[in-house]
């Protein structure tokens, strides 16, 4: 499985952005969906996670309430929809996907396939 992540841009304090992430090669109900991020200088961190059948979502208390994950089976995607974006949500943004789920689900060593990258930059 291949991943391809997507939705990026540069966006005022207060907007919102969704994030794609299109899985070639099909996921299975089984796998799980994770988002993560990494700004300059810091440790990639953690932002939330999904059962691709969305039996089960977990999501950083940094973004609760803000970020909401979500999928469509038919085009094997799964997206990052980002309200209320503040500055400090600038970064890249990573997707990632697993077979099974995990109580590790917060760290990145836990996730096997990563896409590529998409930069979220949120001005003040």
């Known amino acids: 499985v291949q991943l391809q992540a997507s939705g990026g841009g540069l966006v005022q304090a207060g907007a919102s952005l969704r994030l794609s992430c299109v899985a070639s090669?099909?996921?299975?109900?089984?796998?799980?969906v994770a988002w993560f991020r990494q700004a300059p200088g810091k440790e990639r961190e953690f932002v939330a996670a999904?059962?691709?059948?969305?039996?089960?979502?977990v999501h950083a208390d940094s973004v609760k309430g803000r970020f909401a994950t979500s999928r469509d089976n038919a085009k094997n995607t799964a997206y990052l929809q980002m309200n209320t974006l503040k500055p400090e949500d600038t970064a890249v943004y990573y997707c990632?996907?697993?077979?099974?789920?995990?109580?590790?689900?917060?760290?990145?060593?836990?996730?096997?396939?990563w896409g590529q990258g998409t930069q979220v930059t949120v001005s003040s």
């Open positions: 990632a996907l697993r077979s099974g789920w995990t109580i590790r689900f917060d760290q990145s060593y836990e996730w096997s396939h």
């Open positions: 090669g099909r996921a299975s109900s089984n796998d799980a």
């Open positions: 999904m059962r691709w059948n969305g039996a089960r979502t």
